[in-house]
Nanobody, 120 residues
Framework: QVQLVESGGGLVQEGRSLRLSCAAS????????MGWYRQFPGKQRELVAT???????DYADSVKGRFTISRHNAKNTVHLQMNSLKPEDTAVYYC??????????????WGQGTQVTVSS
């Protein structure tokens, strides 16, 4: 099994920054992709940013130029640096990881979620 532990959420004023971190622990053979999703009240989770094992990143249009995802290779940890935050970024942010544990099967895991609130 794999556990994803998130940290770094909180309350911040508009225009300020926050950094989210997600650390994966467990018997991981290889990382396929890790990333961040967010969920607004009453809405489905949406992609924010992802980082593949090969180093390819992807961002939602709404965060391009403001958010940066990075990975600490040795620790299966990803960080999401969020700059120039807006009230519309307020949501619960979830880390998701897809890994190969054994063989060739890919397993998917979610973190518990961390609240990000941006005040105007």
């Amino acid at each position: 099994q794999v556990q994803l532990v998130e940290s770094g959420g909180g309350l911040v004023q508009e225009g300020r920054s926050l950094r989210l971190s997600c650390a994966a622990s467990g018997s991981i053979s290889s990382l396929i992709v890790m990333g961040w999703y967010r969920q607004f009240p009453g809405k489905q989770r949406e992609l924010v940013a992802t980082f593949t094992g090969g180093g390819v990143t992807d961002y939602a249009d709404s965060v391009k130029g403001r958010f940066t995802i990075s990975r600490h290779n040795a620790k299966n940890t990803v960080h999401l640096q969020m700059n120039s935050l807006k009230p519309e970024d307020t949501a619960v942010y979830y880390c998701k990881g897809s890994f190969i544990l054994t063989g060739l099967e890919v397993s998917h895991y979610w973190g518990q979620g961390t609240q990000v609130t941006v005040s105007s």
